[in-house]
């Protein structure tokens, strides 16, 4: 998993996102035990994703949008 982890912060690096939102992520990461569910809620949130489009996918993603 620690593998995975860091290929994805080594992706959020590179992405389009402000350096800000890159930060807020990544800090969700690099810790010793990483907050998944809270860095998943963060990227939606941050990608302006809306709750009916998760519902129109029916995905469960804790009703936090």
């Not at 995905?59 to 936090?64: M, V």
């Amino acid at each position: 998993m620690e593998k995975n982890i860091s290929i994805l912060i080594q992706k959020i690096k590179s992405c389009n996102l402000s350096d800000e939102d890159k930060l807020i992520l990544i800090e969700k990461l690099e810790t010793k035990n990483p907050d998944i569910d809270d860095f998943l809620k963060t990227f939606l949130n941050l990608c302006k994703v809306s709750h009916k489009v998760i519902k129109l996918f029916d995905i469960d993603i804790w009703n936090i949008l």
